[in-house]
C-alpha cells in the first residue's frame, strides 16, 4: 500500500524558512517522479513543484521559482520543499503526491505564514 | 498556460440519481503522441484529494464503477450513474497533456 507521510509544516513569520519532508512506504520510490501541490484554506489546488526519479529536472510554479527548492534523498525514500522568503500567500496545506500524474497524496502538512 | 473551466461551480444533488460534472480546456490536450492526459479528483469534507479517473477515462483501482469519464478534444464529463451520500464533496479535473499542469476550479457536490 503507497504511503506519503508529511512533516515539517507549522507557523512561520514573512520572510522565514520552513523545510518540508514526506516519507514514503510502498512503492519504489527511485523509479518514480514526485510532486508538491498546495492548497490554500478554502480555495482549490495549485502544484508547486516536482521533480523526476533522478532529479535530473525540476519545475517550479512561478510564484514559487527562486524561493522553493525541491529535492529528493532515494535512499532515505524521502522527499522535500525547502520554501524560503514565506509571504502570507503561502499559507497552505502542503500535499506529497505520488507521480507527476497525482495517482497518490499524503494528507498533507499545514503552513501558516503570519506574524 | 491551458486554462481549465468547470460547470456547475455547485451541484446539488438527490441519492440514487445520476449526476454530470463538465470540464473544459482552453485548447486541446491532445498531446504530441495523442494521447489525452485529463483525470478527475475526488476531495470528501476534511480530507485529502484522491484521483477517481485517468487519461480521460480510466478508473483508479478501489474506485466504484458509479464513476466514469469521456470525452475528447477540449470538453470532458465525469458522471455519477448514481449518487450516494459519501460522493459529497469537490471534484476537480486536471490536465497534465501540456505543461504546466493546471487543475480546474471544482464542481461542489452536495446533495438536495
Known amino acids: 500500500e503507497v504511503q506519503l507521510l508529511e512533516s515539517g509544516g507549522g507557523l512561520v513569520q514573512p520572510g522565514g524558512s520552513l523545510r518540508l519532508s514526506c516519507a514514503a512506504s510502498?512503492?519504489?520510490?527511485?523509479?518514480?517522479?514526485m510532486a508538491w501541490v498546495r492548497q490554500a484554506p478554502g480555495k482549490g489546488l495549485e502544484w508547486v513543484a516536482v521533480?523526476?526519479?533522478?532529479?535530473?529536472?525540476?519545475h517550479y510554479v512561478d510564484s514559487a521559482e527562486g524561493r522553493f527548492t525541491i529535492s529528493r534523498d532515494n535512499f532515505k525514500n524521502t522527499l522535500y520543499l525547502q520554501m524560503n522568503t514565506l509571504r502570507p500567500d503561502d499559507t497552505a496545506r502542503y500535499y506529497c503526491?505520488?507521480?507527476?500524474?497525482?495517482?497518490?497524496w499524503g494528507q498533507g502538512t499545514l503552513v501558516t505564514v503570519s506574524s | 498556460d491551458v486554462v481549465m473551466t468547470q460547470s456547475p461551480l455547485s451541484l446539488p444533488a438527490t441519492l440514487g440519481q445520476p449526476a454530470s460534472l463538465s470540464c473544459r480546456s482552453s485548447?486541446?490536450?491532445?498531446?504530441?503522441?495523442?494521447?489525452?492526459?485529463l483525470n478527475w479528483f475526488q476531495q470528501r469534507p476534511g480530507q485529502a484529494p484522491r484521483r477517481l479517473i485517468y487519461?480521460?477515462?480510466k478508473r483508479d483501482s478501489g474506485v466504484s464503477d458509479r464513476f466514469s469519464g469521456s470525452g475528447s478534444g477540449t470538453d470532458f464529463t465525469l458522471k455519477i450513474s448514481r449518487v450516494e451520500a459519501e460522493d459529497v464533496g469537490v471534484y476537480y479535473c486536471?490536465?497534465?497533456?501540456?505543461?504546466?499542469?493546471?487543475f480546474g476550479p471544482g464542481t461542489t457536490v452536495d446533495l438536495k
Open positions: 503526491v505520488k507521480s507527476w500524474w497525482l495517482d497518490n
Open positions: 487519461q480521460v477515462s
Open positions: 485548447e486541446s490536450l491532445v498531446d504530441s503522441d495523442g494521447n489525452i492526459y
Open positions: 510502498g512503492f519504489t520510490f527511485d523509479n518514480i517522479g
Open positions: 486536471l490536465q497534465v497533456s501540456h505543461w504546466p499542469m493546471t
Open positions: 521533480i523526476t526519479a533522478n532529479s535530473d529536472i525540476t
